[in-house]
């Protein structure tokens, strides 16, 4: 089995192969679109990311242009594989005034009419084209000629259009989907590289938290671990729910241990474990009160990196808090996303990190009471 490291490296591979042949015209830009399934399937990618790949390698549902709209938005057919061409009706074999059908199927012989049609080809049936392609549409026309009378009642018209792709067109909808290729190939392979940088300090911050908190809890550690694990395993909803659940106790045993008896004045009792915001604003009080003492008027350069790390606390604080303060019921985490839960952990292990290294600066004693 593959460890996720290993399917990144992979990743990484295909999608560096595909920005370096997306200008080589030996290579298909169906070819190109293979090694982006291929990326997404290591990447683990959500279904809403990687449609539009297996769309454009087996084509789009062909339905009416008028019923397209009504598709969920990830099934329509991409603005550059929408044409307007002038379609011809067939001409009649015969035209009789008494038959408006008839009629108008002489008229639009003649004249030519401007009309929408959705490209849903392969991608390969694109680029190899090298003849034009013929298009067919129905168009439904209410009868409003006085000749109907005739006929018992009015009926509504429908006319057989018919119009002509030309090979330029079709090449070209196959050079849109080609520059959609390097979009995609490009986003990820930056989001892979910048992934890879951001993980080695993640991990930096994830053992600096480890031995801080080691002698002060070490259960907290392990419980920190899995959080972190889940959430880059998990991919079912209940497991979501269960990485915040353990984000929620990891805040609230966190800043437990933190908050110690020396920051209370003589009438305050330790406050609850649930009471988060009330130990939060004890300990970054202390944290104010040490910094003036040990570096005063004179240690400006210090004393404006703990202001700038307490700002950047209080906005991730406020974020975590919510999470803290409202419990998780089952029914709503239908609504939570695997990049939510990515965002809720990795602002988790900062914020511990920061407020390590704030606590550091004042000179914190991380040994047991």
Not at 91 to 117: E, G, I, K, N, V
Not at 159 to 172: D, Q, T
Request: glycine fraction near 2%; charge should be neutral; charged fraction near 30%.
């Amino acid at each position: 089995m593959i460890d996720i490291s290993s399917r990144k490296e992979k990743a990484l591979e295909i999608l560096e192969s595909i920005l370096n042949d997306i200008e080589d015209s030996n290579v298909t830009t169906t070819a190109l679109l293979y090694r982006c399934q291929k990326a997404s399937k290591l990447l683990d990618l959500d279904e809403s990311e990687t449609l539009w790949i297996n769309l454009e390698l087996v084509g789009y549902p062909k339905i009416p242009i008028e019923e397209e709209m009504k598709l969920n938005k990830k099934f329509r057919v991409p603005a550059y594989r929408h044409v307007i061409l002038p379609a011809k009706s067939p001409r009649p074999p015969f035209a009789d005034p008494r038959y408006p059908h008839t009629m108008l199927q002489l008229q639009l012989s003649a004249a030519p009419l401007p009309t929408p049609f959705l490209i849903t080809y392969p991608c390969m049936e694109l680029e190899t084209a090298n003849q034009p392609k013929k298009l067919v549409f129905s168009k439904v026309v209410e009868n409003e000629s006085d000749s109907s009378s005739y006929f018992r009642e009015k009926q509504d018209m429908v006319v057989s259009l018919e119009a002509i792709l030309p090979v330029e067109k079709m090449r070209g909808m196959s050079y849109s989907i080609r520059a959609k290729v390097h979009d995609f190939a490009t986003w990820h392979f930056v989001a892979l590289q910048f992934g890879n940088a951001f993980a080695s300090i993640f991990d930096e911050t994830q053992n600096l938290i480890a031995i801080k908190l080691g002698n002060l809890n070490p259960v907290l550690i392990e419980l920190l671990k899995e959080t972190v694990s889940k959430q880059e395993r998990g991919k079912d909803p209940l497991e979501w729910k269960q990485v915040l659940d353990n984000v929620r106790t990891i805040i609230r045993r966190f800043t437990g241990e933190v908050l110690r008896s020396t920051m209370l004045s003589d009438s305050e009792a330790m406050p609850g474990e649930s009471a988060v915001k009330t130990k939060l604003d004890k300990i970054l009080k202390w944290i104010k009160q040490r910094s003036q003492e040990k570096f005063g008027r004179k240690y400006e350069v210090e004393r404006k990196a703990i202001r700038k790390t307490l700002d950047f606390l209080d906005s991730h604080t406020t974020t975590l808090l919510k999470l803290v303060n409202k419990p998780i019921h089952e029914p709503d985490i239908k609504y939570a996303t695997k990049g939510m839960v990515d965002r809720v952990v990795i602002a988790l292990v900062v914020w511990m990190g920061n407020m390590i290294e704030l606590l550091d600066m004042v000179d914190y004693s991380w040994k047991l009471e």
